[in-house]
T-cell receptor, first 109, second 116 residues
Framework: DAKTTQPNSMESNEEEPVHLPCNHS???????IHWYRQLPSQGPEYVIHGLTSNVNNRMASLAIAEDRKSSTLILHRATLRDAAVYYC??????????FGTGTRLKVLA | GAVVSQHPSWVICKSGTSVKIECRSLDFQATTMFWYRQFPKQSLMLMAT?????????EQGVEKDKFLINHASLTLSTLTVTSAHPEDSSFYICSAAWAASLYEQYFGPGTRLTVT
């Protein structure tokens, strides 16, 4: 199973953009890049996913490096409700998710 | 769409008793369900993968006789913690997936188990 590396924690000011990095140098051609976030005492919540091209949705944007060995989750305007642990996961079809330690995002008012 | 529920949301039981946790896919048929355990301040650890109608596949180090998993229908999987002990106290989370979604997982809200 391909592994991901994320910073343990990051801080952001409210209303400012946040760039959460993820390294996945052993990614294979069929691995999708998924991002989930988890608020305290809740199950993981889907944020966004992509394969090769950058992706946008109402929650965030996902920027994928050309060699796919890294990606960045972009929250355009952080709010206090975005404070959570963000997990970057590589997923191949029909295989299990392996959660890393994630990045704990703290949003400062 | 793709909503997964868990019941109960929290449970307290006495040491030595058994506890059953249900995981339901509410608006889709889940061919595969996953069970995770999460200790405080730690990441999710996969315990087992279950396919409807088949025996569950347990991850290394997870006792299959202690954590009984049943996936008898396409919308329901259960996890029974047998002879629970305080060290089994944890946050248990299930997820569900189906083949047409390329096995993308949808997570339940979790169940907090406290064994006294």
């Amino acid at each position: 199973d391909a592994k991901t590396t994320q910073p343990n924690s990051m801080e952001s000011n409210e209303e400012e953009p946040v760039h959460l990095p993820c390294n996945h140098s052993t990614i294979s051609g069929t691995d999708y890049i998924h991002w989930y976030r988890q608020l305290p005492s809740q199950g993981p919540e889907y944020v966004i996913h992509g394969l090769t091209s950058n992706v946008n949705n109402r929650m965030a944007s996902l920027a994928i490096a050309e060699d796919r060995k890294s990606s960045t989750l972009i929250l355009h305007r952080a709010t206090l409700r975005d404070a959570a642990v963000y997990y970057c996961i590589l997923r191949a079809p029909v295989t299990k998710y392996i959660f890393g330690t994630g990045t704990r995002l703290k949003v400062l008012a | 769409g793709a909503v997964v529920s868990q019941h109960p949301s929290w449970v307290i039981c006495k040491s030595g008793t058994s506890v059953k946790i249900e995981c339901r896919s509410l608006d889709f048929q889940a061919t595969t369900m996953f069970w995770y355990r999460q200790f405080p301040k730690q990441s999710l650890m996969l315990m087992a993968t279950s396919n409807e109608g088949s025996k569950a596949t347990y991850e290394q180090g997870v006792e299959k006789d202690k954590f009984l998993i049943n996936h008898a229908s396409l919308t329901l999987s259960t996890l029974t913690v047998t002879s629970a002990h305080p060290e089994d106290s944890s946050f248990y989370i299930c997820s569900a997936a189906w083949a047409a979604s390329l096995y993308e997982q949808y997570f339940g809200p979790g169940t907090r188990l406290t064994v006294t």
